[in-house]
């Protein structure tokens, strides 16, 4: 990446997508960026995403705009593949997935020259692990009785690091926050993890949304579909009052 506008962009910078670097994450246009990043073509021996966000230009300067971006999720995922040694789906094996108990096996989509997982997308897995996944979230992410973060981490990650622009929100280290200290993992066709840790819930869904994340009227259904369980637990937390007998 070096000599490339991400020069000037640190991994933090990645994970709460502030990097500033252009990117256009509209799903219903065949020319985004989102689009086009798993068909481009790159440089002989080069890894086509790397290729691809290398030739893109800044926007802002780095550290100062929110910007979702899809892109920045993969460069995550080939960071942590470089570091480790390991396919994604490899290490995700090793680190959670069998020691937290998954009941069943999941996969992960390879990009279109097959030798790396799009790590901004396309796991696929039962809704019931979507959900021991959460439960692993929420007891701290210990598995097999080890903790596979480092201390401090989670609660950093799971807090706002970034303004999005819409009240009582934001964004973390890949998560995204509300400020009454839930959070939630978001799927562009509704599927999702929501996340409370005041109140022990976790709630996962899986869905097919057909207008996909730019369907303003599913994504405020999902929205209230959590504040409605919210609700729910805590009304039957709520001291329930007996009327005294008269006589």
């Known amino acids: 990446m070096k000599g ?12 709460t997508m502030t990097s500033g670097i252009r990117w ?9 960026d989102v689009a086009l990043f798993d068909k481009h073509q790159p440089e002989p021996g080069v890894d086509g995403l790397v290729d691809y966000l290398r030739r893109l230009p800044r926007a802002a300067p780095a550290g100062t705009r929110w910007n979702y971006s899809t892109g920045e999720t993969n460069l995550v995922g080939v960071l942590v593949g470089e570091a480790t040694g390991q396919p994604l789906a490899t290490y995700l094996a090793e680190k959670v997935w069998r020691p937290a108990g998954m009941e069943q ?20 897995a039962a809704t019931r692990d979507f959900a021991r996944f959460g ?12 903790s596979v973060l480092p201390e401090g981490w989670l609660e950093q990650a799971t807090t706002r690091r970034a303004d999005i622009g819409r009240p009582g929100r934001g964004y973390g280290y ?15 066709f509704g ?8 109140r022990k819930l976790v709630v996962a869904s899986n869905a097919n949304r057909g207008g996909g994340a730019t369907d ?23 001291p329930r009052l007996v009327p005294a007998s008269s006589r």
């Open 4 to 15: 490339s506008a991400y020069d000037d962009v640190s991994i933090r910078q990645l994970l």
């Open 105 to 124: 096996q999941a996969t992960w989509i390879l990009g279109k020259a097959g030798s790396r997982e799009i790590s901004g997308c396309c796991i696929q």
């Open 191 to 198: 599927q999702g993890i929501f996340i409370d840790p005041a």
């Open 135 to 146: 439960l692993f979230i929420l007891d701290g992410a210990v598995a097999g009785g080890r």
């Open 174 to 188: 890949q998560w995204w926050t509300y400020d009454d200290g839930s959070f939630a993992a978001r799927g562009i």
């Open 216 to 238: 303003p009227v599913a994504e405020q259904a999902r929205e209230a579909f959590y504040k409605a369980v919210q609700q729910a637990v805590d009304d039957e937390a709520a």
């Open 24 to 32: 256009n994450e509209d799903y219903a246009d065949p020319k985004s």
